[in-house]
């Protein structure tokens, strides 16, 4: 079955970076778009970032130029490098493909 286990998250200081990965299996990973969401306390599941299966990328306006979505075909995985953070990226981050979503990971930015 379709798999996506996030990892990564943590506490970090505002201007502090994460690196979140999510590890992918059951489906040709290879094949496939996959997406980065975020949702934080009484508000709405957004769209990050999402890299496609050509590679072709695209990033929310908040976070353009600080973070950096990847992925990795030949160990099924996607990542999302998250630099110069803020304390409005807190969130808890999901990883997506199709209609599949990992339980995700909590990041915190706090001071």
């Known amino acids: 079955q379709v798999k996506l286990v996030e990892s990564g998250g943590g506490s970090v200081q505002p201007g502090g970076s994460l690196r979140l990965s999510c590890a992918a299996s059951?489906?040709?990973?290879?094949?496939?778009?996959m997406r980065w969401y975020r949702q934080s306390s009484g508000k709405e599941r957004e769209l990050v970032a999402s890299?496609?299966?050509?590679?072709?990328?695209t990033y929310a306006d908040s976070v353009k130029d600080r973070f950096t979505i990847s992925r990795d075909n030949t160990k099924n995985t996607v990542n999302l490098q998250m630099n110069s953070l803020k304390p409005e990226d807190t969130a808890t981050y999901y990883c997506?493909?199709?209609?599949?979503w990992g339980k995700g990971t909590l990041v915190t930015v706090s001071s």
């Open positions: 059951g489906f040709t990973f290879s094949s496939y778009n």
């Open positions: 890299i496609s299966w050509l590679d072709s990328i």
């Open positions: 997506n493909s199709r209609h599949y």
